[in-house]
């Protein structure tokens, strides 16, 4: 019993991080999110003896942070993937291309904090699932596959959901240092 | 040099890889507006790398139930079983044939000694075969409780 105690505590340490991630990243600072993150736990250890190794313990705690997440969008129907048009085609029209290429240099002066702060503005322009997707892929260094297994969407949708929150925060960022420089 | 800009997926995979074609580099290191749309993705890559990691606000380890069900344990002990089973059957059958072989020896009279170890090997390498699947679902286990 006292081994079984030990490795949930384990992974409890080593899952955190990931649920914290999918958690804020799905619901930004809803008020339901303590609750919810304590619900993900709750349904870990209640469901662990269905665990079947079909993949990492860590997929499999990260795929019950996920669909939990997205039940709860999906009862308040909140937006989860669609990017408004108006947002896109604003931003598209933005990518300056008199932008005189000095981006890096400036940002390299900033904190890490500042950086932060910076993205977190940028991403409040794409969806849900779309900010998960992207932290996943870039921040927690997950394989395309690994994200297919978290969300359950095919590999493309995947790779397509990338390519434009990608794109739409490339675009927020230009638009951004744009405005800074003016 | 080639006049075309980069499309939005080479942008997003040289920034990523640094990898690409030789044409495409050589319209990179001449093109200015693509210049600058290769460092925002690098840029935003890092961003994105460097943020910080959001902290539960509440120990998770307290919601940890007192009483915490098994992971799947009744699979692996079936399997273990059925081996201690059969390799129990295999040791008895061995000592009782080094034991009784003057009186059993009769069953072997006539069979060529090629064909008694073509019968062991077969399934010796059955048993092999065996052995390593249970192995490997051991360590396939393993893997994904350390969450390798
Ligand atoms: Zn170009």
Not at chain 1, 150 to 160: C, F, H
Not at chain 2, 50 to 66: G, N
Not at chain 2, 98 to 105: D, T
Request: glycine letters at 6%; aromatic letters at 10%; charged letters at 25%.
């Amino acid at each position: 019993m006292d081994g079984d105690r030990h490795a949930a505590t384990l992974l409890v340490r080593r899952t955190e991080k990931l649920v914290a991630q999918i958690v804020f990243k799905m619901l930004g600072n809803h008020p339901d999110r303590k609750d919810l993150t304590q619900d993900i736990y709750l349904k870990t250890f209640r469901y662990l003896p269905r665990f079947r190794f079909q993949c990492k313990l860590s997929t499999w705690v990260a795929q019950i942070s996920y669909t939990t997440c997205l039940d709860h969008l999906q009862k308040y129907r909140l937006e989860l993937i669609t990017i408004s048009t108006g947002d896109e085609l604003s931003l598209g029209n933005t990518c300056s291309q008199e932008i005189s290429g000095d981006i890096p240099d400036a940002s390299q002066l900033l904190s890490i904090k500042e950086r932060s702060e910076i993205l977190e503005k940028l991403s409040t322009t794409l969806p849900p699932v779309y900010r998960t997707l992207i932290t996943l892929f870039h921040k927690e260094e997950l394989s395309v596959e690994e994200i297919r297994d978290i969300t359950g969407l095919p590999v493309g949708t995947v790779k397509n959901y990338l390519f434009r929150a990608r794109k739409v925060l490339k675009e927020s960022l230009l638009n951004h240092y744009s405005k800074e420089d003016l | 040099m080639n006049q075309v800009h980069l499309n939005e997926e080479q942008l997003q995979d040289y920034a990523i890889t640094g990898i690409t074609d030789p044409s495409v580099v050589q319209h990179l290191t001449g093109c200015a507006r693509c210049q600058v749309q290769v460092k925002a993705y690098q840029t935003l890559y890092s961003y994105i790398r460097e943020a910080k990691t959001p902290i539960l606000d509440f120990k998770a380890e307290e919601l940890i139930p007192d009483r915490l069900p098994a992971i799947n344990k009744e699979d692996s002990k079936e399997a273990w079983y059925l081996y201690g089973f059969l390799f129990g059957a295999i040791g008895l059958l061995t000592a009782g044939a080094v034991v009784f072989w003057g009186s059993i020896r009769w069953i072997f009279t006539g069979i060529v000694p090629w064909a008694i170890i073509i019968g062991f090997v077969l399934f010796s390498g059955l048993l092999m075969v065996q052995l390593m699947e249970l192995y490997n679902t051991y360590r396939k286990k393993l893997r994904a409780l350390n969450m390798e």
